[in-house]
């Protein structure tokens, strides 16, 4: 700083001027002092600042790096927490998986047990059975020897009064001819001993009808075995579309979707065989209705054989499937429907081949079709539908009778039970044969109603119950309270599927507010 100088400091020869410079000499030493003073206090308070911030900012740093490693100790552990579960998940869904497939193995080691047990059983009451019968045999052989003995002492006097017998019963047949002639045809029929008339004669020639085509489907399948053997690629081609057809038909299931990929197979194998030209066969036999014979009946004789093999694996799966599930036998149903009602699979492009379908369920269930008997006798069993496992061998258990009858009823609604209003397709078989079925069982005289009329009803009935009233609005409820209230009503107390079948009309008042 400059300092000015004093114009009493030359007064040396003035003591006052002297003084005061002297004094004004000192009050600026003090005011530089106290300047120095001040920058010194700034100076140290600045390094006292900045050694502030440094301790503050290596404070930080490792509060910082603490807190960094303690989210990294953090972290490590979090991770190992989720592998330690991730882990324990992995082995606790291996040990269900363990366990499921031994309880599965323990399962299936019981089935073939049990089964192994039945069918044991069984062959030792088959066996037990052919002693009986054949020491049944024998003893009315000898009978009959017996008999015979006795009866040849009097061969020769009773044999002019049977020349006269059949002399005048030929003489009242030849009446009886010449007045049947005069009659309606198929007014009258012999089955099993009794004499059918009207209706029931005419169930009979059409399941009679149906049978025989079920016959020609054999013969079919030998004469086309035989061309076949001569070319072995189109053997092998034909095998190959047998066994797809069966898989795609086993693959059938429940839900939405789940059969796009098994239809699309078995159309595709259809289509097939329809472009297979040679062998060609008359395809009017295997049909019970009227054809146009102005066009060709012939057609591929490999698309009639695979449309046969189509069909047994239909009913196939509604016997073991639908007989346990019924509801299973519905999605069967609508891809046979859709396969009969595809006008590739028609002959002439008109007429569908489903008879070839409704032949075996005339086979296998032919109460469906009004046809009865005697469930006691062998005969009856047969007329029923009552399987055997072998060529002539012993019928099948009830349950296992009753298990098939369930889900063949299921079948046939699921078949006759189908809405073709918006589809551009005709319905191969219309929802009549379907009232016809529940008519055939539910007029049958209550002498003749079985546990197996009463079986297949059910089936035909339950899960139904909404289309059957959308389809024959108020005849339908008749219909319904025939079947469950009325029919049921005439049976014997201790019939369990009489009753079962009586059961649904009070579910129907339960769960639909439905009073029959």
């Known amino acids: 700083m400059e300092v000015m100088e004093s114009p009493y400091k030359r007064a040396a020869d003035s003591p006052s001027r002297q003084l005061l410079w002297e004094l004004s000499r000192l009050a600026v030493t003090e005011q530089e002092n106290f300047y120095a003073y001040l920058d010194e206090t700034a100076i140290k308070q600045e390094a006292a600042h900045e050694r502030a911030l440094a301790i503050a900012a290596a404070e930080h740093d490792r509060v910082r790096r603490n807190a960094e490693v303690e989210r990294e100790k953090l972290e490590l552990q979090i991770e190992q927490e989720r592998q330690r579960r991730e882990n324990e998940q992995r082995r606790e869904l291996e040990r269900q998986r363990q366990e499921k497939a031994e309880w599965e193995i323990a399962e ?176 009017s036999p295997f049909l019970t209705s009227t054809v146009n014979t102005s066009d060709s009946t012939f057609g591929p004789a490999l698309l009639v054989y695979q449309l046969n093999i189509f069909s047994k694996a ?98 046939f609604a699921a078949i006759s039970l189908r809405n073709y209003e918006k589809v551009r397709n005709e319905n191969p078989y219309p929802n009549h044969h379907f009232w016809h079925a529940m008519a055939n069982i539910v007029n049958v005289p209550s002498n003749e109603a079985t546990n197996t009329h009463f079986v297949v009803l059910k089936a035909m009935i339950e899960n139904n119950e909404a289309r059957i009233l959308e389809f024959f609005g108020n005849a339908g409820v008749v219909a319904l309270r025939k079947a469950l209230v009325e029919f049921p009503s005439h049976a014997a107390a201790s019939s369990v599927a009489a009753k079962a079948l009586g059961v649904l009309a009070d579910v129907l008042k339960r769960n639909k507010k439905l009073y029959l």
């Open 108 to 283: 299936k080691r019981k089935e073939i047990e049990r089964v192994k047990a039945q069918e044991l059983k069984e062959r030792q009451e088959a066996e037990k059975r052919k002693v009986e019968v054949a020491e049944a045999e024998r003893h009315r052989l000898e009978k009959e020897k017996q008999e015979g003995e006795t009866a040849k002492k009097f061969a020769e006097e009773k044999v002019a009064e049977r020349r006269a017998a059949e002399a005048q019963r030929e003489k009242a047949e030849g009446e009886a001819a010449e007045k049947t002639r005069a009659q309606p045809a198929m007014t009258t029929m012999q089955v099993g001993g009794q004499t059918l008339t009207g209706v029931q004669s005419a169930r009979e020639g059409e399941h009679y009808r149906y049978l025989e085509i079920h016959q020609k489907l054999k013969e079919l399948r030998k004469w086309l075995s035989s061309e076949t053997s001569r070319d072995s690629n189109l053997k092998k081609r034909m095998g190959t579309m047998r066994r797809n057809i069966k898989k795609f038909v086993s693959q059938l299931g429940v839900g939405q979707g789940v059969n796009k990929i098994p239809l699309a197979g078995i159309l595709g194998v259809l289509k097939e065989a329809a472009t297979v030209s040679e062998p060609t066969v008359d395809i």
């Open 314 to 411: 239909i009913v196939s799966q509604f016997i073991v499937e639908a007989g346990v599930s019924p509801k299973t036998a519905d999605p069967v149903g609508v891809v046979a429907s859709q396969i009969f009602s595809n006008n590739d699979f028609k002959l002439q492009g008109k007429v569908s081949l489903i008879d070839i379908l409704i032949a075996k369920l005339h086979v296998v269930c032919p109460v469906l079709f009004g046809i009865y008997g005697n469930d006691k006798t062998t005969q009856g069993k047969i007329r029923l539908g009552w399987w055997r496992e072998d060529q002539g061998g012993p019928f099948i258990p009830e349950g296992r009778h009753s298990e098939r009858m369930t889900g063949l009823g299921a079948g």
